[in-house]
């Protein structure tokens, strides 16, 4: 799933990386902001318009059935289309569901998934918070 993802990004064919969500899919874009629909594709839309390729690197998925967690390092880094410098990575925290077609696609896209639960966890430890 994540080099299915990562081919389709980096080709920059929009309408080819939706294909890799459930229609009702969430995207966390921000942590704590989920979006859908139309705005997880202006989302992921933004990341590609910027040309530059995701590199995936898996580190764990654990599968139960037609469900899958899936934890992945991933980066954009190169130079945008107006040779300004992208660097942006994260360590998603992702569920895909195998669709009744046999493929799997994405149900919850959480690119900054262990990022904000290392905010809520540092927040729960403030008593000022």
Same mark, same amino acid.
């Given at each position: 799933?994540?080099?299915v993802?990562a081919?389709?990004?980096?080709?920059?064919?929009?309408?080819?990386?939706?294909?890799?969500?459930e229609?009702?899919?969430?995207?966390?874009?921000?942590?704590?902001?989920?979006?859908?629909?139309?705005?997880?594709?202006?989302a992921n839309?933004?990341l590609?318009?910027?040309?530059?390729?995701?590199?995936?690197?898996?580190?764990?998925?654990?599968?139960?059935?037609?469900?899958?967690l899936?934890?992945?390092?991933?980066?954009?880094d190169?130079t945008?289309?107006d040779?300004?410098? *992208?660097?942006?990575?994260?360590?998603?925290?992702? *569920?895909?569901?195998?669709?009744p077609?046999?493929?799997?696609?994405y149900? *919850?896209d959480?690119?900054f998934?262990?990022?904000?639960?290392?905010?809520?966890?540092?927040?729960?430890?403030?008593?000022?918070?």
């Amino acid at each position: 799933m994540p080099a299915v993802f990562a081919e389709r990004f980096s080709s920059g064919d929009a309408t080819a990386l939706a294909q890799a969500y459930e229609d009702e899919a969430v995207l966390v874009e921000q942590p704590g902001m989920p979006v859908t629909g139309p705005a997880l594709l202006a989302a992921n839309g933004r990341l590609q318009s910027l040309g530059v390729p995701i590199s995936v690197r898996p580190r764990h998925v654990y599968r139960s059935g037609d469900l899958a967690l899936l934890i992945v390092d991933w980066a954009i880094d190169g130079t945008d289309r107006d040779g300004e410098a *992208v660097h942006v990575e994260g360590t998603a925290t992702d *569920v895909a569901r195998r669709g009744p077609d046999g493929r799997w696609r994405y149900a *919850v896209d959480n690119p900054f998934g262990l990022r904000s639960q290392q905010v809520a966890t540092e927040d729960a430890a403030d008593p000022a918070s």
